[in-house]
């Protein structure tokens, strides 16, 4: 069973810099698995920050980044805001199937 | 401005079958395909299917395969979800998501709550 992993939490200071990680289990992440990211608020839907690696979205902050980074994808919060703090999903296709990771829960502390 | 307004909050039964509506408005509802999430208390995302407006084909997560079935009604811009022999592993909020080919997501519908019990 393909398994995408993230980081289960992190915690970063305000204004500071954090970087999310996606892995796939049978190999490298790479542009053809069309990475996605999303960000979720307690209690509500989820919303679409990066898509295609590295993508922005009209209402998705400047502060966010996304990339491949060693074999993962990764989505790059520069100059952390309290509001970023919620959980972050990556989402890839393999094998003909979208497939999410485990999440993220980033904390601003 | 483009909308996918999801139906009402569902109370089933086990062994009973639920089916969640997405009406989406604001867009040419055959230019997109229409995604199925759903998301148990305090856990993660979990990707279930989708199906394409245009030509009705249909693609599932292998846990799902012969028991979701995803339709649409392009006469109302309406994506449908239908999950048959329900648990109370079901318990969840199903979302439903837009994609432009290509790995573009962009829209998600605001969530609709299954419940499952006896």
């Known amino acids: 069973q393909t398994v995408v992993t993230q980081e289960p939490s992190l915690t970063v200071s305000p204004g500071g810099t954090v970087t999310l990680t996606c892995a796939l289990s049978?190999?490298?992440?790479?542009?053809?698995?069309?990475p996605n990211w999303f960000q979720q608020q307690p209690g509500q839907a989820p919303r679409t920050l990066i898509y295609?690696?590295?993508n922005k979205h009209s209402w998705t902050p400047a502060r966010f980044s996304g990339s491949l980074l060693g074999g993962k994808a990764a989505l790059t919060l520069s100059g952390v805001q309290p509001e970023d703090e919620a959980e972050y999903y990556c989402?890839?296709?393999?094998?003909?199937?979208?497939?999410f990771g485990g999440g993220t829960k980033l904390t601003v502390l | 401005q483009v909308q996918l307004v999801q139906s009402g909050a569902e109370l089933k039964k086990p062994g009973a079958s639920v089916k969640v509506s997405c009406k989406t408005s604001?867009?040419?509802?055959?230019?997109?395909?229409i995604h199925w999430v759903r998301q148990a208390s305090g856990q993660g995302l979990e990707y279930m299917g989708m199906?394409?407006?245009?030509?009705?084909?249909?693609n599932y997560a292998q846990k799902f395969q012969g028991r979701v079935t995803v339709t649409r009604d392009t006469s109302i811009s309406t994506a449908y979800m239908d999950v048959s022999s329900l648990t109370s592993d079901d318990t969840a909020v199903y979302f439903c998501?837009?994609?432009?080919?290509?790995?573009?997501?962009?829209?998600w519908g605001q969530g609709t709550l299954v419940t499952v019990s006896s």
């Open positions: 998501a837009r994609e432009l080919r290509g790995g573009h997501f962009d829209h």
């Open positions: 604001g867009y040419t509802f055959t230019d997109y395909y």
């Open positions: 049978t190999g490298a992440v790479t542009s053809g698995h069309l």
């Open positions: 199906i394409s407006p245009k030509t009705g084909d249909t």
């Open positions: 989402l890839l296709l393999y094998g003909g199937s979208w497939v």
């Open positions: 295609n690696t590295n």
